[in-house]
């Protein structure tokens, strides 16, 4: 199993920054990617960020330029710090984190953090 605990969420005025961490514990042995997806209300949870093992990162259209994901290996921390902020951008954040064994994948999420950006 692998735990994850998401922080620095919370209220912030449109332009303004946040960053968000996940802290990773438990059996991390094949983690391939871990990102960070968000949910607001009445809407499916969509990717924003990821990085994989090897360090590559994607982003969701309407957060590049403004978001960058990174990742604290010796900590087993991963980071997204967001600047720019939209109040497009207020939902709850989740931290994702992918075990490939093989071809079967595994999918671990935190309990997220609430984001709310004011007008």
């Known amino acids: 199993q692998v735990q994850l605990v998401e922080s620095g969420g919370g209220l912030v005025q449109a332009g303004g920054s946040l960053r968000l961490s996940c802290a990773a514990s438990?059996?991390?042995?094949?983690?391939?990617?871990m990102g960070w997806y968000r949910q607001a209300p009445g809407t499916q949870r969509e990717l924003v960020a990821s990085?994989?093992?090897?360090?590559?990162?994607d982003y969701a259209d309407s957060v590049k330029g403004r978001f960058t994901i990174s990742s604290d290996n010796a900590r087993n921390t991963v980071y997204l710090q967001m600047n720019s902020l939209k109040p497009e951008d207020t939902a709850v954040y989740y931290c994702?984190?992918?075990?490939?064994?093989?071809?079967?994948?595994?999918?671990?999420w935190g309990q997220g953090t609430q984001v709310t950006v004011s007008s």
């Open positions: 990085i994989t093992d090897g360090g590559r990162t």
């Open positions: 994702n984190a992918e075990r490939t064994l093989g071809n079967r994948a595994y999918n671990y």
């Open positions: 438990g059996r991390m042995f094949s983690i391939s990617a």
